[in-house]
């Protein structure tokens, strides 16, 4: 059994925080169903660039473990489709711009009307309520805002964004956060709730330490390249052959680092000898110590610092990331057949429970693929679910006797 | 008004970030965290800013809405303080190094056998099984082998981490995941069970877009700045006194948003016609637009992409953050009364719920401020809590 067995998600989301979302609660065996437009599918099946065998990457990526329903929601007959299947469900997760579920009549009024019980979830880009809540907002545009990008980067160089999406990813954490908290409250209550969140509060979330550096000092804290706010060497260090990183953060580890490249002198340095002279002296110390990491390749120092304990890594690419021993051993990288796509890879479960494990073992589906399983569950009769096929209200895969795409 | 988690009791055996991350947003929903300490404080106390003398800010940080209470491990007393305890509470939750919660007689076997129900979560830098499962991990370690570190800065120059600690940050919030799920799943079995998670495995596991770039292309995903690996225009674009961001790549926001810096031609430009030219003629596309857009100001950019319905925005400092009125209005910044250092600022619950609210309820706690309440409360007398301050125990 799965965490979430027997909880059932209903998945109006695109593109990615949502998605995301509800990806994790599907991980973790909740039934996810997600509605989409017959005929296009939502946005992502068609933007970016990545494909296999004309089905899109990131939409594989986001929507795996899913069912699908493939509903007009701009025809009543759509609406009413999605109404019968609120009565059943758990959890309704959004994320379009405020205001567009409820101009479909899906907005948390009306469908905690028909469900009581329902947690609705609503991701968007500011939230909704507060002076920018109607306005677009996209990943970028949060860690703009939030001051993520403010302390990423090169001391002196270009903007640098957080190279992973970490806005979006963000909201869609802290919303299976939000929705998780509110299922516990509905056990005691049964009472569902609004559930709202956005991509610029979860990146303001993430700045924690930088904000207490800011309250702190009364400065607004820099970029600092791949070096630590309040502790030294804490960084990446150059090697004869590229860059490894360390984290010398205590008394203890500092005298293990020194001990590890040979440079005893260094504990006795007044400017090194505490973790404040450190921090303060960052830039005088890194260039001294570089004197000597520079002279040997990553492997050597990485292969010193681990017989000292000092916390150490090479800073790999995605390819050697993926490959990685403790990747593989961790059970990160999955292999799934998409029914479309054939073969295909996805990340596994970053957090593993020892009685009722999560598992990624389904692909994401194909547009429909799901909608007549879907339909018979709310007891639609055939004649009725090849009306609606028929109207173009919903459209299933395969289609018996051939598919249209 | 209620949490969400109202009742729910967690044992947060944590320290530094991760761990005092994720326990902190289970007290902002409601649960009665009681921190854990040694009695001369976890690391955090001890190192980096003071919001005032003797108090750590970072401390400060992950630790509100907590309670204190210390106990020395390393004496047999403690440890069976800590058993009653968690004869008590729902969750524990620890991030010590594998093998330390062992040597100190405090492990999963060990508890559980007190309490069948309790749900352990463990965050460590690898996680508790694999090659590297004994290794220290910190946040840049696990960025820089995660990936996340190749694929964050601009091409050539050196290396550059996320600026927030998104890997301590994440792991936090997936061990959030596990043990809510865990909380779940323990209504149906009746049992608690063991939750592990690292800073390795959140890096992985935030890293989707990128793997998936990886393995569809076989191309190893690069450092671009501000740019997106899949769209544009969706990046930092120069104004005439400094950087704005914008995201324009969808085939209705793309004209638009041309037009809206004179330049429509760009749209009929075999380069940058569909969304795969743009991404593949990135740099040129970049300085195309930058000729347009470095003649006006921010603030000029802003508000025609805001008439227009394009999204973008300003590239804000953490002090701008904070002050922009719609973080005000989500309630973005609070502030908290603590003994010492007087009214502290804190960063609000970034998840708004409409019947059981997030509420930030108090500051950090001093060291042991609560280990008499908590200790009469789990049965012990005042004369056995007396003996137990004696012996140094507490």
């Not at chain 1, 004649?383 to 051939?402: F, N, Q, Y």
């Not at chain 2, 008439?307 to 922009?324: L, M, T």
Request: one cysteine or more; a neutral charge; glycine letters at 12%.
């Amino acid at each position: 059994m799965k965490p979430l067995a027997g909880l059932r998600v209903i998945d109006f989301t695109q593109a990615m925080a949502a998605p995301f979302c509800t990806m994790n609660l599907a991980d973790m065996g909740a039934d996810v169903i997600k509605l989409e437009p017959p005929g296009e599918g939502e946005p992502t099946r068609h933007l970016g660039a990545v494909h296999k065998r004309g089905h899109s990457a990131t939409f594989m990526t986001m929507n795996r473990g899913k069912r699908d329903l493939a509903v007009d929601l701009k025809r009543p007959e759509g609406v009413e489709i999605v109404k019968r299947l609120v009565e059943t469900a758990d959890v309704f997760v959004q994320n379009y711009r405020p205001g567009v579920a409820d101009r479909l009549g899906l907005g948390y009024a009306a469908l905690s009307a028909i469900n009581p019980r329902l947690i609705y979830c609503a991701v968007s880009g500011f939230g909704g309520t507060g002076p920018y809540a109607s306005r677009g907002g996209y990943d970028l545009i949060a860690q703009g805002m939030s001051g993520v990008i403010s302390v990423t980067g090169d001391e002196d160089g270009a903007p640098a964004k957080s190279g992973v999406p970490l806005s979006d990813l963000a909201a869609g954490l802290f919303s299976a956060y939000g929705i998780l908290c509110a299922l516990e409250h509905r056990d005691r209550t049964g009472e569902g709730q609004l559930v709202d969140t956005s991509l610029l509060e979860a990146a303001m979330a993430l700045t924690v330490w930088e904000a207490s550096e800011y309250w702190v000092t009364g400065e607004a804290p820099k970029a600092l390249g791949s070096a630590h706010r309040l502790s030294a060497p804490y960084q990446a260090l150059r090697a004869a052959d590229g860059y490894f990183t360390v984290g010398a953060n205590t008394d203890r580890l500092y005298e293990g680092f020194c001990r590890a490249i040979g440079r005893g002198d260094l504990l006795t340095d007044p400017r090194f000898t505490s973790g404040a002279g450190r921090r303060q002296h960052r830039k005088a110390l890194v260039a001294e110590v570089e004197t000597t990491t520079a002279t040997e390749p990553r492997a050597f120092w990485l292969e010193r610092l681990d017989k000292e304990g000092v916390p150490a890594g090479p800073i790999n690419d995605y390819a050697e990331a993926l490959s990685d021993p403790q990747t593989l051993a961790r059970r990160m990288v999955v292999d799934l057949v998409h029914p479309g796509a054939g073969p295909i890879k996805a990340l596994g479960v970053p957090v593993k429970l020892s009685d009722t494990p999560g598992a990624v073992d389904k692909a994401a589906p194909i547009l429909g693929q799901d909608t007549e399983d879907i339909l018979i569950e709310l007891g639609y009769t055939e004649s009725e679910r090849r009306d609606l096929e028929a109207k173009g209200i919903v459209e299933r895969w395969p289609i018996p006797g051939g598919n249209r795409r | 008004m209620a949490g969400a988690l109202d009742g729910i009791r967690i044992i947060d055996q944590t320290q530094v970030m991760a761990g005092p991350f994720a326990s902190m947003l289970l007290a902002d929903m409601g649960a009665d965290v009681i921190k854990v300490e040694p009695p001369e404080g976890e690391h955090a106390r001890h190192v980096g800013l003071e919001a005032a003398p003797g108090v750590a800010a970072s401390f400060l940080a992950v630790n509100r809405g907590k309670k204190g209470i210390t106990l020395d491990l390393k004496q047999p007393e403690g440890v069976a303080v800590l058993k009653r305890l968690v004869a008590t509470a729902d969750v524990l939750v620890e991030n010590y190094r594998p093998g330390v919660a062992q040597r100190l007689g405090v492990d999963y076997d060990t508890l559980a056998a007190v309490n069948p129900r309790l749900i352990y979560c463990s965050v460590s830098g690898f996680g508790q099984t694999g090659p590297y499962a004994s290794r220290g991990g910190y946040d840049l370690i696990a960025q820089g082998m995660a990936g996340i570190m190749s694929a964050t800065g601009s091409d050539g120059g050196p290396p550059v981490k996320v600026g927030v600690p998104v890997a301590d940050l994440g792991a936090g919030l997936f061990a959030l995941l596990g043990i809510l799920c865990a909380l779940r799943a323990r209504r149906i079995t009746g049992r608690g069970q063991r939750v592990d998670t690292s800073l390795f495995e959140a890096a992985l596991a935030l890293s989707a877009w990128e793997a998936t770039e990886y393995w569809y292309t076989g191309e190893i995903p690069k450092r671009l700045g501000t740019a997106h690996r899949l769209n544009a225009p969706y990046q930092a674009f120069r104004a005439s006194d400094g950087y704005f961001t914008v995201g324009a790549a969808n085939p209705k926001l793309w004209p638009i948003f041309a037009g809206l810096i004179g330049r429509p031609e760009l749209t009929q430009d075999p380069r940058f016609k569909g969304v795969g030219d743009r991404v593949k003629n990135r740099a040129a596309l970049e300085k195309e637009i930058e000729v347009a857009t470095s003649k006006e100001t921010r603030a000029h950019w802003l508000a025609r992409c805001e008439a227009e319905g394009i999204p973008a925005g300003p590239i804000y400092s953490i002090p701008e953050a904070q002050a922009d009125p719609h973080a005000q209005a989500r309630g973005m910044v609070q502030e908290l009364q603590h003994p010492q250092a007087g009214r502290v600022k804190a960063l609000g619950n970034p998840v708004k719920l409409s019947r059981s609210p997030a509420a930030l309820r108090t500051a950090a706690p001093l060291l042991g401020a609560d280990t008499d309440a908590v200790l009469a409360g789990a049965g012990y007398t005042p004369a056995e809590i007396g003996a137990l301050r004696v012996k140094k125990v507490i």
